[in-house]
């Protein structure tokens, strides 16, 4: 089946610091990945919709200026927290779709590990 | 102190025992379900999908219902062993590329 990884898995830092997390579609091209954000014993909630080559779409609510969304290759998207406050500690969690299907239903989204964020 | 905030639902069953969770969508247009399971500190794992054109679709040991009329999906694990317990969502794709998770329901399965 197809794989995502993230980096890193965790990340501890200082407030006011900025915070890069990678995902990574391992063994297939993702020309879209998924951004969410999951708080301790809630849901995912999507954050923003990552398109290769393209502006990042962002859902209501969330600061396109405070995450930063860049998919620069068809295998990897990065999510930066800018200026991160303690509000930001989170579970990042990442997906994306396998277009051509190889790897199972072409709707699919493969899930990464997640990355937890604590800031101080 | 009181806690503030949503907690997930629960649901306990012995080992052997039949599980059903139930999920309610929300948008009528959404035309691709999937269930996910998800560990402690980890990423959803996909456990099964069922397009809006099916009411039932069969994996191993796992079963899911949907019902359009009033947007409600239901996974049904056969035979719950420990190793099933784990937060369980159904994500709905209202359109294009974006799923939507709904609230999630904690399985413990008691030995």
């Known amino acids: 089946g197809a794989v995502v990884s993230q980096h890193p898995s965790w990340v501890i830092c200082k407030s006011g610091t900025s915070v890069k997390i990678e995902c990574r579609s391992l063994?297939?091209?993702?020309?879209?990945m998924f951004w969410y954000r999951q708080f301790p014993k809630q849901s995912l909630m999507l954050m923003a919709t990552?398109?290769?080559?393209?502006?990042?779409?962002?859902e209501q609510g969330v600061e396109k200026d405070k995450f930063l969304i860049n998919h620069a290759s068809l295998t990897l998207s990065t999510l930066t927290v800018t200026s991160a406050h303690p509000e930001d500690s989170s579970f990042y969690i990442c997906?994306?779709?396998?277009?051509?299907?190889?790897?199972?239903?072409?709707?699919?989204?493969?899930f990464g590990p997640g990355t937890r964020l604590l800031v101080l | 102190g009181e806690s503030v905030g949503l907690h997930l639902p629960t649901l306990s069953v012995q080992e052997g025992d039949n599980s059903i969770i139930n999920c309610a969508y929300s948008?009528?247009?959404?035309?691709?379900f999937i269930w996910y399971k998800q560990e402690s500190g980890k990423g959803p794992q996909f456990i099964i999908d069922?397009?809006?054109?099916?009411d039932k679709r069969q994996g191993q040991r796992v079963t899911v219902l949907l019902n359009k009329t009033v947007k409600h999906l239901s996974l049904q694990i056969a035979a719950t062993q420990p190793g099933d317990s784990a937060v369980y969502f159904c994500?709905?794709?209202?359109?294009?590329?974006?799923?939507?998770f709904g609230t999630g329901t904690s399985l413990t399965v008691i030995p």
């Open positions: 063994d297939f091209q993702a020309t879209t």
């Open positions: 990552s398109n290769e080559g393209s502006k990042a779409t962002y």
């Open positions: 948008n009528s247009a959404s035309d691709y």
């Open positions: 994500a709905e794709n209202r359109s294009g590329n974006q799923f939507y």
């Open positions: 997906s994306a779709r396998d277009p051509s299907g190889l790897a199972g239903a072409w709707e699919t989204q493969y």
């Open positions: 069922i397009r809006s054109n099916m």
